[in-house]
C-alpha cells in the first residue's frame, strides 16, 4: 500500500509576488537617494570637502536677499527663533541644524543665526557643496 | 514558450536594491561643524596658545595680528600648532566678511583636522 501524504506542497516556487515587492523597495530606495542632498532655496553653497556624520533635523537657509528659509518655508528673522524653538522642541538635549548660507552673504547675518543657536543650545553645520 | 521567465530579472532587481539601500546609508553631507566659544566652557592649557585667525574684509587673513595669505595660511597653522594635543584655532570674522571667505579658512583646519572655535568681532 502506498504511503501519501496528504499535505502536497507545490512544487511551483511563486516568486512574483516577492518581485513585487522588491521593486516596490527598489523605487523606494532610488527615490531617497536622489532626494537626499537637499535642493537649497537660491543659495550659492561654499565649496568644500569635509564631510560630517551629524544628521541635521531641521535645514535653515539664508539667501543673499537675507531671506529665511526653514524647510523651505520662509520666515522672517523676528519669527525665526520661535519657529526654532517650536520645531526642534521634540528632538532632546542638542538637536543639530543645518545652515545653508550663501557663499556672498556678510558673516553678520550668520551670527545673528548663530547666537540663536547658541541660546537655545543647537549644534550647526554649515552646509556646503563639494568644489570641483 | 508560455513560461515567463522572470529570474534572470529579479536578479537584476535584487542587484540593483542592494546597491541603493547601501548607497542611501553611506552618503554623508558635505558641511563643516561650527562650534561657538560657550560661557560655561574652562579652556584647558591656557588660551593664548591657541592661535587667532583674524578675517578682515576684503579676504584679508591675519595669523595673532600678522597678515598672511590664504596660500601660507596651512604651513603658519602648522608650524604653530606642531605637536599640540588638541589643535585648536579661533577663527574671528569681521561683520562684513563673506561666508565664501570664512569657509576657505575653515576648509584650512579641516584638512589638517584642526578643531574650529568661531567668534565675531
Same mark, same amino acid.
Do not use: C, W
Given at each position: 500500500? /502506498?504511503?501519501?501524504?496528504?499535505?502536497?506542497?507545490?512544487?511551483?516556487?511563486?516568486?512574483s509576488?516577492?518581485?513585487?515587492?522588491?521593486?516596490?523597495?527598489?523605487?523606494?530606495?532610488?527615490?531617497t537617494?536622489?532626494?537626499?542632498?537637499?535642493?537649497?532655496?537660491?543659495?550659492? *553653497?561654499? @565649496?568644500?570637502?569635509?564631510?560630517?556624520?551629524?544628521?541635521?533635523? $531641521?535645514?535653515?537657509?539664508?539667501?543673499?536677499? +537675507?531671506?529665511?528659509?526653514?524647510?523651505?518655508? @520662509?520666515?522672517?528673522?523676528?519669527?525665526?527663533?520661535?519657529?526654532?524653538r517650536? +520645531?526642534?522642541?521634540?528632538?532632546?538635549? /542638542?538637536?543639530?541644524?543645518?545652515?545653508? /548660507?550663501?557663499?556672498? $552673504?556678510?558673516?553678520? @547675518?550668520?551670527?545673528?543665526? $548663530?547666537?540663536? /543657536?547658541?541660546?537655545?543650545?543647537?549644534?550647526?553645520? *554649515?552646509?556646503?557643496?563639494?568644489?570641483? | 514558450?508560455?513560461n515567463?521567465?522572470?529570474?534572470?530579472?529579479?536578479?537584476?532587481?535584487? &542587484? #540593483? #536594491?542592494?546597491?541603493?539601500? #547601501?548607497?542611501?546609508?553611506?552618503? =554623508?553631507p558635505? =558641511? &563643516? !561643524?561650527? %562650534? %561657538?566659544?560657550?560661557?560655561?566652557q574652562?579652556?584647558?592649557?591656557?588660551?593664548?596658545?591657541?592661535?587667532?585667525?583674524?578675517?578682515?574684509?576684503?579676504?584679508?587673513?591675519?595669523?595673532?595680528?600678522?597678515?598672511?595669505?590664504?596660500?601660507? %595660511?596651512?604651513?603658519?597653522?602648522?608650524?604653530? &600648532?606642531?605637536? &599640540?594635543?588638541?589643535?585648536?584655532? !579661533?577663527?574671528?570674522?569681521?561683520?562684513?566678511?563673506?561666508?565664501?571667505?570664512?569657509?576657505?579658512?575653515?576648509?584650512? =583646519?579641516?584638512?589638517?583636522?584642526y578643531?574650529?572655535? #568661531? !567668534?565675531?568681532?
Open positions: 500500500m /502506498a504511503i501519501e501524504s496528504r499535505h502536497k506542497t507545490n512544487k511551483n516556487f511563486a516568486m509576488g516577492m518581485t513585487d515587492i522588491v521593486f516596490l523597495l527598489l523605487i523606494f530606495f532610488m527615490i537617494s536622489t532626494l537626499i542632498v537637499p535642493a537649497a532655496q537660491n543659495v550659492r *553653497l561654499p @565649496e568644500s570637502n569635509n564631510q560630517t556624520q551629524a544628521n541635521p533635523v $531641521l535645514v535653515v537657509s539664508i539667501g543673499l536677499d +537675507k531671506s529665511i528659509f526653514v524647510d523651505d518655508q @520662509e520666515y522672517s528673522l523676528n519669527e525665526l527663533e520661535g519657529v526654532l517650536r +520645531k526642534l522642541a521634540d528632538y532632546g538635549e /542638542a538637536p543639530t541644524v543645518r545652515l545653508n /548660507a550663501d557663499r556672498d $552673504l556678510n558673516m553678520e @547675518e550668520v551670527f545673528t543665526f $548663530l547666537d540663536i /543657536a547658541k541660546r537655545n543650545r543647537y549644534k550647526v553645520i *554649515l552646509g556646503t557643496r563639494p568644489s570641483g | 514558450m508560455d515567463f521567465a522572470m529570474s534572470g530579472m529579479t536578479d537584476i532587481v535584487f &542587484l #540593483l #536594491l542592494i546597491f541603493f539601500m #547601501l548607497t542611501s546609508t553611506l552618503i =554623508a558635505n =558641511a &563643516l !561643524k561650527m %562650534l %561657538l566659544p560657550s560661557r560655561g574652562v579652556t584647558i592649557q591656557g588660551e593664548s596658545r591657541i592661535p587667532t585667525v583674524t578675517i578682515h574684509s576684503g579676504s584679508r587673513v591675519a595669523v595673532d595680528g600678522r597678515t598672511v595669505s590664504m596660500e601660507d %595660511l596651512g604651513m603658519v597653522l602648522e608650524s604653530r &600648532l606642531q605637536g &599640540l594635543p588638541d589643535p585648536t584655532i !579661533k577663527v574671528v570674522t569681521s561683520p562684513t566678511v563673506s561666508v565664501g571667505d570664512a569657509v576657505t579658512v575653515m576648509n584650512v =583646519a579641516a584638512e589638517r583636522n578643531t574650529v572655535v #568661531l !567668534k565675531q568681532l
